[in-house]
């Protein structure tokens, strides 16, 4: 049996030894990987944005402060910053491709207005790994509405806004929180037009294979109909009192096609029902609150 080294013990990431090459500009690279198990992590409460928090070892945060399993979920190509996540890194048709290239400087821009330095053919970061997501979020329109890309930005949004929130809490003089907010914001309207894509027909979101939000758990269309609610009732606007009740009525409705009955399932875990009925509560009394004033 091989003994693991010390050092093996303690590296969080490899790169893969089979290359990829990227379809809009022709660059070969190799994907960071993050590696599991030797208890690197440890897991602890989920948020209610359903978010899973882990918890480095000890020793290894003592190396290493960016250890983090969402920020090597996006494949970045390091030349032209072509992002999405690998089941969709092949998936833009080649009719867009010379568009996508021509790209290449807008995307490199955009992200160097928040983060003036990066190079994503290194070890990935905090800084790196929150990028990638604002990278997908752009790219995305390039993939074809067969893979869900609207839901996919809706992701990306929100695992953006959790990295954001992350920078702050290390960084709070930065200004990441007015970023956070503004990706959680960004969260709230692709969730919302992903149930409205997904009504009409227009996007099969029930083809997504992994929901999350987070890594550790698919909460499937039950968790789209929550966080679709929840970001509604926390990152809504609130300056027309008439238009704030409008749509909270409409998230009521949706949030009580989650707890139903109130009993538990395989699709319905007994978190996301008691989550749901809280929420569902809180929008009430809002509600309530707004039309007595």
């Known amino acids: 049996m091989k003994i693991q080294s010390e050092k093996d013990r303690l590296k969080v990431s490899f790169f893969h030894k089979t290359p990829l090459t990227c379809p809009v500009c022709g660059n070969v690279f190799r994907k960071e990987v993050m590696m599991s198990g030797g208890g ?87 800084f790196t790994g929150t990028a990638s997501y604002m990278l997908a979020i752009s790219c995305y329109s390039y993939i074809p509405k067969e893979k869900a890309p609207t839901f996919k930005k809706g992701l990306c949004s929100l695992r953006a806004a959790w990295l954001f929130d992350d920078l702050n809490s290390r960084y709070p003089s930065q200004n990441y929180d007015v970023i956070r907010d503004m990706m959680y914001r960004k969260a709230m309207y692709y969730y919302d037009k992903s149930l409205e894509y997904m009504q009409s027909g227009e996007e099969r979101i029930d083809l997504v294979k992994n929901m999350g939000p987070d890594l550790d758990k698919n909460w499937g269309y039950q968790g789209l109909l929550y966080l679709s609610t929840l970001l509604l009732y926390k990152y809504g606007d609130t300056g027309d009192v008439g238009d704030r009740v409008k749509k909270l009525n409409r998230a009521r409705i949706i949030i009580s096609r989650v707890f139903g009955n109130g009993k538990s399932s395989k699709e319905k875990p007994s978190y996301i029902l008691e989550k749901s009925k809280e929420l569902y509560d809180r929008i009430r009394s809002e509600i309530e609150g707004l039309n007595a004033s």
Do not use: G
Request: proline share 6%; aromatic share 10%.
């Open 40 to 126: 690197r992590l440890i897991a602890k409460e989920i948020t209610d944005e359903l978010r899973r928090i882990y918890v480095p070892s000890k020793k290894l945060l003592e190396i290493n402060k960016d250890i983090n399993p969402l920020i090597y979920c996006v494949i970045v190509c390091p030349e032209c910053l072509y992002a999405t996540f690998e089941e969709d890194f092949y998936a833009i048709p080649e009719s867009i491709r010379e568009e996508a290239l021509s790209h290449t400087n807008k995307r490199k821009r955009n992200v160097q207005l928040i983060f003036p330095i990066l190079d994503f053919s290194k070890e990935r970061n905090l």
